[in-house]
């Protein structure tokens, strides 16, 4: 498995939270199961990707720039994450803000995936890619 793979398996599991989130009322157990998970699959992941993916790419002045965009947008999201945790599951704001959340990461993504996989895929090497893989993956076990 190539670090784009990795990459995309873990975001199509951010997407079936956060639309299973999105479709939640109230202050149920599943909306609090489900956000405790996309916390948790979030934080993850941007520390992973940064550290195994985004911070590879620093060092190459092709992908400097977008890696820096990338991890601003990982600080939104992380802001997003803290306004719903301040906020009660039962307003109407916790879907609203969950819902614009769900906006700025499939943005996210969306980007990473049409434009940073593409000039990434085209500077590392067959090798980097699959080490990058094999240390995503360990620390996403952590």
């Known amino acids: ?8 398996s873990d975001h199509e599991k951010q997407r079936l939270l956060m639309k299973l989130l999105v479709d939640t009322s109230g202050d149920s157990a599943s909306r609090r199961d489900f956000f405790i998970d996309l916390k948790f699959q979030l934080k993850q992941h941007s520390i992973a990707e940064e550290r195994h993916f985004y911070m590879p790419l620093m060092r190459l ?3 400097i720039e977008l890696a820096r965009h990338a991890i601003a947008e990982h600080h939104d999201i992380d802001e997003f994450i803290a306004k ?21 990461v499939l943005h996210h993504l969306a980007e990473e995936e049409r434009e940073f996989f593409q000039l990434a895929g085209k500077k590392l090497t067959a090798t980097q890619k699959t080490e990058l893989a094999t240390q995503y993956q360990a620390e996403m076990a952590r």
Not at 1 to 8: E, G, T
Not at 85 to 96: F, I, N, Q, R
């Open 1 to 8: 498995m190539d670090i784009f793979a990795a990459l995309s």
């Open 61 to 63: 002045d092709a992908t």
């Open 84 to 104: 719903l945790e301040e906020t009660d599951m039962d307003s109407p704001v916790w879907l609203k803000t969950m819902k614009a959340l769900q906006h700025k």
